[in-house]
């Protein structure tokens, strides 16, 4: 199955129309509606990697900044296991 056949689960919500939901309690994805909708243009906007296209969410935080730190820890973890198994054998 393909991540684009994998049904979202989680219900659609604003924090301001629907403040006593708790995503502790539920699958909750923000979608703000027009009076409650925060303000964008301020300085942080432009080096935040946010998608405000509803069509982008694929149930995951933010997939396209989350694959550079998962390569990077997988790639440190990979050198670590090398480093172990080139130790283990000189030890031997």
Not at 3 to 15: H, I, R
Not at 25 to 42: A, M, N, S
Not at 65 to 92: D, I, P
């Amino acid at each position: 199955m393909d991540l684009a056949d994998t049904p979202n689960l989680a219900s659609f919500y604003c924090p301001g129309c629907s403040p006593g939901r708790d995503p502790f309690e539920e699958i909750l994805t923000v979608r703000w509606c027009d009076l409650h909708q925060p303000r964008y243009g301020g300085s942080d906007d432009e080096r935040a990697k946010v998608s405000r296209d509803i069509l982008t969410s694929t149930g995951e935080a933010e997939g396209v900044t989350n694959r550079e730190w998962c390569q990077f820890v997988h790639r440190t973890s990979k050198r670590l296991n090398s480093a172990k198994k080139s130790y283990s054998k000189a030890k031997s």
